[in-house]
T-cell receptor
Framework: DTEVTQTPKHLVMGMTNKKSLKCEQH?????MYWYKQKAKKPPELMFV???????INESVPSRFSPECPNSSLLNLHLHALQPEDSALYLC??????????????FGDGTRLSIL | GENVEQHPSTLSVQEGDSAVIKCTYS??????FPWYKQELGKRPQLIID?????GEKKDQRIAVTLNKTAKHFSLHITETQPEDSAVYFC?????????FGKGTMLLVSP
């Protein structure tokens, strides 16, 4: 069973559309992450939220806009995406570690296709 | 930043054989090393992890070893089964974020 739930599972959108990806966890984790994964590649970190505040933005283009409305929810707003943005978008969560870290648990991802 | 190298990129074994995947990291401050298994079309799933104050950890057929001095860590799978076929990613984390290796595709033939 997946403890991190992502919706939708699949999304096809045009380059002018606006859509949002959603992620939810109820494990009490206070760190949440967005990753992008292309086929046959490792997950690539996009954003990190810690205690609902954006703590890391890995130089992601502004057409991706993250939002963390509360400690259980994480959104990724999409606008004016390019075909190369087609990928699997993974959400993950973990406890907030100090030195030494807590395991990150991944959701099943949203498979995004840009037409 | 951290750099993680993972080898081999592809590993083919016969059912019942052992499989070993090796990773090296560059940042001596890294202190947490998880391994993820990702089946085709599915999410990365944590299978085992090790912290820098431990040299070895075992969970049934899976073990991980860590050599902090040499900055390398390895995944060992014994008595492989066809359902072990997947892509395996190692990762390293220090004060900041997880850095993943490029992955190893493990193929276990019956």
């Amino acid at each position: 069973d997946t403890e991190v739930t992502q919706t939708p599972k699949h999304l096809v959108m045009g380059m002018t559309n606006k859509k949002s990806l959603k992620c939810e966890q109820h494990m009490g984790h206070r760190a949440m992450y967005w990753y992008k994964q292309k086929a046959k590649k490792p997950p690539e970190l996009m954003f990190v939220y810690s205690y609902e505040k954006l703590s890391i933005n890995e130089s992601v283009p502004s057409r991706f806009s993250p939002e963390c409305p509360n400690s259980s929810l994480l959104n990724l707003h999409l606008h004016a995406l390019q075909p190369e943005d087609s990928a699997l978008y993974l959400c993950a969560s973990s406890q907030v570690g100090t030195i030494g870290s807590e395991p990150q648990h991944f959701g099943d991802g949203t498979r995004l296709s840009i037409l | 930043g951290e750099n993680v190298e993972q080898h081999p990129s592809t590993l083919s074994v016969q059912e019942g054989d052992s499989a070993v995947i090796k990773c090296t990291y560059s940042d001596s401050a890294s202190n947490y090393f998880p391994w993820y298994k990702q089946e085709l079309g599915k999410r990365p799933q944590l299978i085992i992890d090790i912290r820098s104050n431990v040299g070895e950890k075992k969970d049934q057929r899976i073990a991980v070893t860590l050599n902090k001095t040499a900055k390398h860590f390895s995944l060992h799978i014994t008595e492989t089964q066809p359902e072990d076929s997947a892509v395996y990613f190692c990762a390293a984390k220090g004060y900041s974020t997880l850095t993943f290796g490029k992955g190893t595709m493990l193929l276990v033939s019956p």
